[in-house]
């Protein structure tokens, strides 16, 4: 009939007519879908092939201006003062004006960070006259911290008693005091930065008290109501156009460089396009947060565990913990284990923190799978079988009403699968080659994966080949999407394995650009074969769980190709030198 009805507006109508009983109701059969179960091409997958411009970068405006923003470089700083006099002079440049901004360091999402804006008629002579601009900072209280201060603080803290406990069952103390082996290990990871390809951008467009915003956004509802706040609109006024993300991994979850371009906008009176410099983009990100971890195991004469602490030295403000810088107290090999005692202790932090993909999981399953890989060479077993009896029999884990429950059954069954499909343990391997294994569950998703890398007597190490198997349900929706999202995954943590980190000095990021923080390159990708294994369970989602264990299944690769173990990220190749 030509009529239209949008999605929210079915939603409503939906809403009001009555479910029907679900035992009446006769569900299609699995083996007549049509689209479920199906391949199905990314929608925009030949638009990109071909460069079309659908990213956020691409949008334009009628009498749209270019904006450059400056922020301080040490977080949480704000403008002292700015000469703009020589920025207004330079060619094309319409204005150049300093925001206050204000509000909560660590939920600068929400609100407008202080700095400079130069607006001109294009985005290079905004650029080029940002060059020429001087402003003197108050670099704010958080101008002394340093990686390197970090570590020290974390050393000094790591053997003491932690400050809160997250989970405490039997008694650890007791029971290392008694075991025939006791092992100690100090874990450490670094800050990492989404590093998306497209840099953070934003077009506003603001006319008679109404705006208009075309944003890369991972959350527009979010993005909405902290622009509304911070520039005193109704959120009604506001309409966000979506426009496709070039990489995001969490990062446009955070909508700061919208409130930006917002208010920009605003204060020019014109159409205006947001972007950030590369260095912009590395410098005020929502980091994924680092850690330290102080374990220390007990292992019995036939090499079970009988004991496991772990002090986590992470980050927070005001003794309270930041973004994916916690721990639950269901992390493996909690309720695994009889005796275990974990801890964690707060370092005052001064960056901002954010999800990164995987949140927390893309650490923690480090960590905890690389010291229990130790565990199992300590106890003189193949870290299968040790995974394996650390399992146990097949059971549900948690009470129904947790969210977390944890199946060891299907945990199993990734690893037996993975086992199977790399040849586990069946083939010779050439010297300083090497294959390592590691679980995890996260996101509500089971996965077991074997790395091959092999290291040269330089330390250089070439990561052959990743196997994995996952369990998410009882049915793949759309198996090339699939096998994108595992693969990508993999391919995502063996590249911050090898070479991701963030560093701080004097309050500021000291990595400027990819030659600082350089991105896995197609030379360096292996292959990586995906198998899933088929459970009567709902279909859960698996953007997310196949990156943890593949870090940890790199570092156990190289141990078993060099003996040396990887406790801190990223690897060190001068460490691996035969």
């Keep these: 009939t030509g009529r239209k009805l949008s999605y929210g507006q079915l939603a409503e109508k939906a809403a009001g007519i009555p479910a029907p009983d679900v035992k009446t109701v006769t569900l299609k059969d699995p083996k007549d879908f049509k689209i479920v179960g199906n391949s199905v091409?990314?929608?925009?997958?030949?638009?990109?092939?071909?460069?079309?411009?659908i990213f956020g970068i691409d949008v334009t405006r009628p009498g749209m201006l270019y904006a450059t923003f400056t922020q301080c470089p040490v977080h949480g700083g704000k403008v002292k003062s700015a000469k703009l006099d020589a920025v207004l002079a330079h060619p094309g440049v319409k204005k150049a004006f300093v925001v206050d901004g204000g509000g909560d360091l660590h939920f600068i999402a929400q609100g407008l960070a202080s700095g400079v804006a130069i607006v001109a008629d294009s985005w290079w002579r905004a650029k080029t006259a940002r060059d020429k601009l001087q402003v003197e900072w108050d670099e704010g209280p958080y101008a002394d911290q340093s990686s390197a201060r970090f570590q020290a603080m974390a050393d000094e803290l790591g053997p003491?008693?932690?400050a809160t406990t997250i989970r405490k069952d039997g008694d650890a103390d007791a029971a290392l005091a008694k075991s025939a082996k006791v092992l100690q290990a100090a874990y450490s990871y670094p800050f990492l930065t989404h590093a998306p390809l497209e840099p953070q951008n934003c077009t506003a467009e603001y006319k008679d008290g109404k705006l208009e915003i075309w944003a890369p956004t991972q959350f527009p509802e979010q993005g909405r109501g902290a622009v509304a706040k911070v520039l005193g609109i109704k959120p009604e006024d506001i309409t966000i156009h979506m426009v496709r993300c070039g990489g995001g991994f969490g990062r446009r979850l955070m909508n700061d460089f919208m409130v930006q371009s917002a208010w920009i906008a605003r204060e020019t009176g014109a159409p205006v396009k947001l972007l950030w410099t590369r260095e912009d983009d590395i410098a005020h990100d929502f980091y994924r947060p680092g850690g330290f971890h102080y374990f220390k195991a007990g292992l019995d004469a036939g090499g079970k565990v009988t004991a496991w602490k772990n002090h986590f030295v992470s980050y927070g403000d005001k003794g309270k913990n930041l973004f994916a810088t916690d721990m639950t107290d269901r992390e493996l090999p909690s309720r695994l284990v009889a005796n275990l005692t974990t801890e964690t202790t707060l370092m005052q932090l001064g960056i901002p923190t954010g999800p990164m993909r995987a949140p927390g999981s893309n650490a923690l399953a480090f960590v905890h799978q690389s010291f229990i890989d130790e565990l199992a060479h300590a106890a003189g077993k193949d870290p299968l079988q040790f995974q394996l009896e650390l399992l146990g029999e097949p059971r549900v884990l948690g009470a129904a009403a947790t969210k977390d429950l944890f199946d060891t059954g299907r945990m199993r069954g990734v690893l037996e699968l993975v086992a199977q499909t790399s040849g586990w343990g069946k083939t010779p391997l050439p010297a300083r080659t090497g294959m390592g294994l590691a679980c995890y569950f996260s996101h509500a998703g089971y996965f077991a994966e074997v790395v091959q890398a092999s290291v040269s007597a330089a330390g250089a190490v070439k990561v052959e080949k990743v196997w994995v198997a996952g369990d998410v349900g009882n049915q793949i929706v759309n198996p090339t999407?699939?096998?994108?999202?595992?693969?990508?995954?993999?391919?995502?943590?063996?590249?911050?394995a090898l070479g991701l980190a963030v560093t701080l000095d004097k309050g500021r990021i000291v990595q400027t650009n990819f030659h600082e923080y350089p991105l896995i390159r197609m030379p360096a990708v292996p292959q990586v074969e995906v198998v899933f294994r088929r459970t009567d369970n709902p279909p859960t989602g698996l953007g997310e769980p196949?990156?943890?264990p593949v870090i940890p299944a790199l570092c156990n690769a190289i141990f078993a190709a060099t003996n040396k173990r990887i406790r801190s990220l990223p690897i060190d190749s001068g460490q691996l030198k035969a």
């Design 546 to 548: 196949a990156l943890p």
């Design 481 to 496: 999407g699939a096998l994108n999202q595992v693969q990508g995954s993999a391919i995502d943590g063996v590249g911050q």
């Design 41 to 53: 091409r990314g929608f925009d997958s030949p638009k990109i092939v071909r460069g079309e411009p």
């Design 160 to 162: 003491k008693p932690g």
